[in-house]
Structure formats: structure tokens, C-alpha cells
T-cell receptor, first 112, second 112 residues
Framework: EDQVTQSPEALRLQEGESSSLNCSYT??????LFWYRQDPGKGPEFLFT???AGEEKEKERLKATLTKKESFLHITAPKPEDSATYLC?????????????FGSGTRLQVQP | KAGVTQTPRYLIKTRGQQVTLSCSPI?????VSWYQQTPGQGLQFLFE???????NKGNFPGRFSGRQFSNSRSEMNVSTLELGDSALYLC???????????FGPGTRLLVL
């Protein structure tokens, strides 16, 4: 059974204070690891897809990295508008390509 | 390109009733997946449809069902509603080639 664990559960940062969110996973045959951002009352917004260990993706202040056991979402010089819940999900050969297993998320609050 | 749309956005039902939720995927996307999001269980996969066929199913009772039409639009139905079915129901679509799923805004269901 696929498992995804995200840490920390909640994180409070000052504007400009860089940090990293962790997503550790256990799957049988990783097909893809996905990062989403979710604002209260809204659907998850796609950020990145990573397919193999060593892969990195960047978008504005965010950078996602992947190893064989975990992924990190690095946030550089965050702004208040980066406040949201960040979700990590995996798809594997076991559950099928479109059946994502999600972690419980990291609630990020960036204070001005 | 328009995103995933879901209707209705909010719904209030009573125990024992049934409900039908609708999802229109991004134009050209043929795969539609459904997820349930609750504070206690997080995001959980319900089922996936591709070319009008259910391709994968999560661990939910038979009261939860779905279908997909020839234009890729999808509906999910929940019969004999229980209080525990109160949740945000999310639909996601993806193209045949890429595994990344794009989510709609969700339907908030409250069962009284």
C-alpha cells in the first residue's frame, strides 16, 4: 500500500525567511510525484510533477526536488501570498496511473 | 483553455437521500478522476474514468458510483447519504499522454 507522509504539519514563516517542506513516500514502483497548492475552500492547484530521483523543477520562489525516498519543496524568500496548504501526492504501478495517494499536507503561513 | 468545472458548488442534503455531482474536464482531456476530501481523512481517491469506462476504483462502498459520457463529462452519484459523506468532492482531469491531474473547484456537500 502506498504511503505519503508530509512534515511539518504546519509552518509559520516571516516574509523572506526561506524554508523547506518534506514529503516522504513508500510506493511500489513510483510513476510520479506531484506537488499541489490548496487555498481554503478551493481545489488543489498543480505545481510540479517529478518522475525520477535527481529531478528538479522550479517555478518562481518554489523549487521541488526528488530522491528515491522523499521530495522537498523549497520556498525561497516567501511572500504572504504563498500562504496555503501544500499537498504532496504519488502515483504508482500498484494503484494505477491516475489514482493519486495524498499526504495530509503542510499548512504554510507567511507573515508580513 | 478553460479549467475543470464542477456543479453544483454547494449542496445540502438529508440522510437517506441521494445526490449527483457533475464534472466537465479540460477540453481534450479524456481521463476524469474523483476524490473525497475531509478534515479527518484528507484527500482520498474514489474512481477514475477513461473513454466511458471505469479504469480504477478506490476503497469506498458501493453507494458511491460514477459514469462518464462520450464527451468526457462525468457524474458521480452517492445513494443513501450518511452524515459521514459530508465532504468536498473534487474532480480532476488529465490527458491521455500526461499523468498530471488538474483539479476543479470542488462541490461542498453537507449531509444533515
Amino acid at each position: 500500500e502506498d504511503q505519503v507522509t508530509q512534515s511539518p504539519e504546519a509552518l509559520r514563516l516571516q516574509e523572506g525567511e526561506s524554508s523547506s517542506l518534506n514529503c516522504s513516500y513508500t510506493v511500489s514502483g513510483l510513476r510520479g510525484l506531484f506537488w499541489y497548492r490548496q487555498d481554503p475552500g478551493k481545489g488543489p492547484e498543480f505545481l510540479f510533477t517529478l518522475y525520477s530521483a535527481g529531478e528538479e523543477k522550479e517555478k518562481e520562489r518554489l523549487k521541488a526536488t526528488l530522491t528515491k525516498k522523499e521530495s522537498f519543496l523549497h520556498i525561497t524568500a516567501p511572500k504572504p501570498e504563498d500562504s496555503a496548504t501544500y499537498l504532496c501526492a504519488v502515483s504508482s504501478g500498484d494503484t494505477g496511473r491516475r489514482a493519486l495517494t495524498f499526504g495530509s499536507g503542510t499548512r504554510l503561513q507567511v507573515q508580513p | 483553455k478553460a479549467g475543470v468545472t464542477q456543479t453544483p458548488r454547494y449542496l445540502i442534503k438529508t440522510r437517506g437521500q441521494q445526490v449527483t455531482l457533475s464534472c466537465s474536464p479540460i477540453s481534450g482531456h479524456r481521463s476524469v478522476s474523483w476524490y473525497q476530501q475531509t478534515p479527518g481523512q484528507g484527500l482520498q481517491f474514489l474512481f477514475e474514468y477513461f473513454s466511458e469506462t471505469q479504469r480504477n476504483k478506490g476503497n469506498f462502498p458501493g453507494r458511491f458510483s460514477g459514469r462518464q459520457f462520450s464527451n468526457s463529462r462525468s457524474e458521480m452519484n452517492v445513494s443513501t447519504l450518511e452524515l459521514g459523506d459530508s465532504a468536498l468532492y473534487l474532480c480532476a482531469s488529465s490527458s491521455g499522454a500526461k499523468e498530471t491531474q488538474y483539479f476543479g473547484p470542488g462541490t461542498r456537500l453537507l449531509v444533515l
